[in-house]
């Protein structure tokens, strides 16, 4: 299943968020850079942490073979079980051009046949290079926002773009949520899905010094796993890794029956 993060102009830091969501998620997740200004999980969580792989390298290796089957292997490990695992962005911005995001988009879409979930961090939307190919793939569509009265009205701005069919970012409103950052400044999870007109799936809070851990590398310490931080990222995720399951269901088309004319044909044989 393939969730995808966004945010608006001026929106609290999708990448932080989505971090925060892949560790805290309810079964095996991937989060994907795919960000085109680039990645920086490994420089700020996974301090400064050298990789072999990752977006930049799977484009590559892509060319010599099918991009699913070339995926796992640009994979990077984020928490000690392996249930949390990084595909990190692009080292240069100016190689998004390069990027086949359909391609990609169905590679990440079904990772695993389906059995682990991918968190795609595209970015801001409008972006040069903005990947929506990987929007028009995925289960749910994200727009991360702040809860100030400027942070709110770009969601909506975005949110509003989403809908356009003639955009071409999304593929319909049934898929649009929210996520809240900051909640309450002065704005709260119930008058923001309201001005918006989406569900918000989740409010994260500003919790600076768990922040800096994702953002940062900032030592983690024994009490990271019990911030407050992490405590609303495991609530938040099994609320979007449901709204997405259902609505991925409501997508996936019900099996076709056999025709009377087929059934009747098999009780003559």
Sequence with gaps: ML???????????????ALALTLSWPRGAVLAELDPAGGDVLAGYGRARLSAGGLTELQLAARRGGLA???????????????ARLLPG??????????NWERLAAALAS???G????????GRLRAEHFPAAVLRRAAAVVVVTGSTLRAVRAAAQAVAELRDEGAGLAPGAGVLAALVVGP?????????????GVPVVGVLPRDARAAAVLSEGAPAGRLFAQSALLRAARS???RLAEFAAAHEVRLTPPPTPA????AGGRRDR
Excluded: F, M, N, W
């Design 115 to 122: 059995a682990v979930d991918v968190l795609a961090d595209c």
């Design 184 to 196: 309450g400044e002065p704005y709260g999870e119930r008058e923001i899905g309201e001005v918006l």
């Design 69 to 83: 089957g070339q995926l796992d292997a640009h994979l990077v490990q984020l928490d000690a079980t392996g249930r």
């Design 259 to 262: 025709s009377a004319a087929t």
């Design 90 to 99: 692009l080292s240069d911005a100016a190689t998004a051009r390069h990027v």
């Design 3 to 17: 969730i995808a993060l966004c945010s608006a102009k001026g929106a609290p830091g999708v990448t932080t968020a």
């Design 236 to 238: 938040a995720a099994v």
């Design 111 to 113: 990772v695993e046949d």
